[in-house]
């Protein structure tokens, strides 16, 4: 485009000058037609998803650097500044923060993935998907605390994985249409969450896409059991 081909007299000609005090500088057409003088010890980046449009000599003079997005790192990111905010604004104790940190380790996207394999066409590098998967996620995870008051005994923790494990599922693998799929992401987020096999008292076979969680009672609650009877 005109951009480029302004650029490519800067990058490709022999376009330095001297200022009367012996200073170099480059100049450049723009696509106005205007000509900017530019310090020699100025750097220009350009940021593009395609450089189909790029001569190759231009591409040949450039220093061309690579970033592939990396999913499992952004979406750390992600709850990591979530977290550091939860905690500054609500103070949590540090057992709280360490429990919170731990259980979002385990469900980091690469482990998700995995479970998800062959029951959803999510792909593991689908940045876009991903986050707003996580966003989803954190939502849902927010609400939820902000109906307790987490504190450092067996019953906030509890309270904090059952909404852990009801949040991820329906923020990352609500649309799991397959009873096959969500069964397997159940039983994925019943290792990460539960501390000892049983914890949940449900039984080891049970979905957990059929539960919610009582915050009173800190207990899981199936569904059909809130249907009024016909």
């Known amino acids: 485009g005109p951009v480029t081909e302004g650029l490519e007299s800067l990058i490709n000609g022999d376009v330095h000058s001297y200022l009367n005090s012996g200073e170099r500088i480059r100049k450049v057409v723009a696509p106005s037609g205007a000509t900017l003088m530019l310090p020699d010890e100025l750097y220009i980046t350009l940021e593009t998803d395609s450089l189909s449009n790029m001569s190759p000599t231009t591409a040949a003079a450039c220093t061309i650097v690579v970033v592939e997005a990396d999913v499992s790192n952004l979406c750390r ?19 709280v923060e360490i429990l919170l940190r731990t259980l979002f380790e385990g469900a980091n996207t690469k482990a998700m993935s995995d479970a998800l394999a062959g ?90 896409f059929d539960y919610f969680v009582d915050m009173q009672a800190a207990r899981l609650v199936h569904f059909d059991s809130r249907r009024s009877p016909n």
């Open 77 to 95: 990111s992600i709850w990591t500044n979530w977290l550091r905010c939860r905690i500054d604004e609500h103070q949590y104790c540090e057992p």
């Open 119 to 208: 029951h959803h066409p999510l792909h593991p590098s689908d940045t876009p998907t991903w986050v707003n998967k996580m966003n989803s996620m954190l939502k849902i995870l927010e609400l939820a605390l902000d109906l307790i008051d987490p504190q450092d005994d067996r019953r906030s923790f509890t309270r904090i994985r059952l909404i852990f494990a009801f949040s991820t599922i329906w923020g990352v693998a609500g649309d799991v249409a397959s009873l096959k799929g969500r069964i397997a992401f159940s039983n994925f987020m019943r290792k990460i969450c539960e501390e000892r096999s049983g914890d949940f008292k449900i039984e080891s076979n049970a979905n957990l």
